[in-house]
């Protein structure tokens, strides 16, 4: 796909705030056929833009984790290092989601652990092994105020 116009970005939209939605109420929503829309969909997840679907969980109803937020400074920022870590991150499940940054450290990064023993494990096999890791910060949150992967327009 060349582009995303201004109907896959309503899709987009529609999608982020419910993919559960029936092809055919999206499709009215848009202002397409449901044939028109679904094709415009499956465009949109085979050049990659749509990655996946997922649901969101409330914490408070499921088997509870702990959200672990870890800032990590490398040696260098040279593109090879970059590379070299990237490539490292996405070798892991457990590590969840992988930002890279400006300000006082170079990556985030998000993993969930059921408690501290989870999480020292992911620490001494999986963090501290890392190429090119200098300084890992590690910070446990209490508990998540809001979760939402919707953009929200203002």
Do not use: W
């Not at 949150?141 to 992967?149: A, E, P, Y």
């Amino acid at each position: 796909m060349a582009s995303v116009d201004t109907i896959d970005r309503n899709i987009l939209r529609l999608l982020r705030l419910n993919a559960r939605r029936s092809n055919a109420a999206l499709a009215a929503e848009v202002g397409l056929s449901p044939s028109a829309c679904l094709r415009r969909i499956k465009l949109l997840e085979a050049s990659g833009v749509i990655r996946g679907y997922t649901a969101l969980i409330d914490a408070t109803n499921a088997a509870s984790t702990i959200a672990v937020i870890i800032n990590i400074t490398l040696e260098r920022q040279t593109e090879d290092c970059l590379d070299r870590f990237e490539a490292a991150v996405r070798r892991y499940p457990e590590i969840q989601e992988c930002f890279l940054m400006t300000g006082g450290s170079d990556y985030l990064l998000r993993v969930e652990v059921e408690n501290a023993i989870e999480f020292e494990r992911i620490h001494k096999e999986i963090l501290s092994k890392l190429p090119g890791v200098l300084r890992i910060h590690s910070s446990f949150s209490i508990r998540n105020v809001l979760v939402t992967r919707a953009k929200v327009r203002r």
